[in-house]
């Protein structure tokens, strides 16, 4: 007989388990239809709780593990709710010593908007003992914490330490990468830096991830890779992520995401051919090599560059559109050098009147690409430079005020 009961626990401690599998891994193309399976789901999981005869819920901690999976089982909608919150409050007061039911709890608090007493509940959870799944809340919780704040960048940072050390109780935990990686791309964007090694480890740090099986199923796993793609310019790259970000859901505006890429480059190609090698550039090419260098930089045309940084070298060159787009940064302008070549450059954290068409620009240590590649049947070819920090760039020979820097928090379109 007892054996029965014991089943009748595991079968609605399964339930809930496998409601919160459908919460993270279904994305149909309406998302109506997950909200009416969830609650389809919840409904067939609150049945099989209650089938728990009464008897069986007499001691404090068959009550704690009653309203546990009560609370738990109601809170798998994405809105608060109330009375999840109050059976997850009975169970913790039943028995503190319930981790899950802590952790479940304060992801409840956090939908109400009360951040910090959300943290105290991960806190608590945490202090049961170490946990993967505890850490990665607790380092989404902090990065929602750091937006508005007055020292962001080190409420960013402890997300980060919170999400390495996930990693380190389960290095192939593809949940726990993703969770380092979003970390990473949030600091590139609050800490004013434009870091762009930030990215460089969050790029990695989704390519773990995207190593473990049950991540395949994750949206904005692909959504965010892609986000990163597109701010390193790998524009191959990122288009592909957000067309199998748009795939797997719908909903995402991974497919806006294309679009707005798609008519940048086109942009960027229509006013290249448009002004190769005219009689503009070459009058405003003739005035560059007149341009005074200071001696520690040695000047370079853009043809002269190598592929990535090029260290104490300056190409001084002229700007001759502002390429007008739909996303806030980088800024795109189109520029000429003293040999006539036209180029691409991008500028991140400034602001946007930090550089106008027809200014002198010397831009110091440039970083080099060449972008190559092929788009649904379409070529896309052209040189470019990126420009990091203030530092990078000196206008009308002039170093830029302070005042340009953007230091926004620009919040990615990444889901935290």
């Known amino acids: 007989m007892e054996k029965v009961e014991e089943d009748k626990w595991a079968i609605a401690t399964k339930a809930a388990d496998d409601l919160y599998h459908v919460k993270e891994t279904f994305f149909p193309a309406n998302p ?224 806006e995401e294309v679009q707005m890429m798609v008519n940048l480059l086109d942009k960027i190609e229509n006013l290249l051919k448009g002004h190769a090698k005219t009689k503009r550039v070459a009058s405003l090419a003739s005035s560059l090599a007149a341009v005074k260098l200071s001696s520690s930089h040695k000047r370079a045309t853009v043809d002269l560059l190598s592929e990535g940084l090029n260290k104490t070298v300056a190409v001084v060159g002229k700007v001759l559109f502002f390429v007008k787009h739909e996303n806030v940064t980088p800024l795109y302008f189109l520029v000429c050098d003293s040999n006539q070549t036209c180029f691409v450059l991008s500028v991140y954290g400034m602001r946007n009147d930090a550089i106008k068409e027809g200014d002198l620009l010397t831009l110091l240590e440039p970083y080099y690409r060449l972008v190559d590649f092929s788009w649904k049947g379409k070529c896309h070819q052209f040189k470019s430079i990126r420009v990091d920090f203030l530092e990078q760039v000196l206008v009308n020979g002039k170093t830029l005020p302070p005042q340009l820097l953007l230091r926004s928090s620009i919040y990615a379109q990444h889901k935290p």
């Open 32 to 255: 109506d239809d997950k909200v009416s399976k969830l609650q389809n789901e919840s409904d067939l999981a609150l049945r099989l709780l209650d089938s728990v005869p009464p008897e069986q819920r007499k001691s404090p901690i068959q009550r704690a593990t009653y309203e546990y999976l009560k609370g738990k089982i109601l809170d798998v909608v994405p809105e608060y709710r109330k009375d999840a919150e109050d059976h997850l409050s009975k169970a913790v007061k039943l028995n503190p010593s319930l981790a899950d039911a802590w952790l479940c709890l304060g992801s409840c608090i956090w939908k109400k908007g009360d951040l910090p007493a959300a943290k105290n509940c991960f806190n608590r959870a945490l202090s049961k003992g170490p946990n993967k799944k505890i850490l990665c809340q607790l380092s989404m919780l902090e990065r929602s914490m750091a937006q508005g704040s007055e020292n962001q960048a080190e409420i960013v940072e402890e997300s980060i330490q919170h999400a390495k050390e996930a990693i380190t109780l389960d290095v192939k935990d593809g949940n726990s990468w993703y969770n380092l990686g979003n970390a990473c791309l949030t600091s590139f964007f609050v800490t004013g830096s434009w870091d762009h090694s930030k990215l460089l480890q969050s790029l990695k740090a989704y390519q773990n991830a995207e190593k473990d099986e049950r991540m395949k199923s994750n949206p904005d796993l692909y959504f965010n890779c892609a986000t990163v793609n597109k701010y390193l310019e790998n524009y191959e790259r990122a288009l592909s992520g957000f067309e199998a970000a748009a795939l797997k859901d719908p909903s995402l505006n991974a497919t």
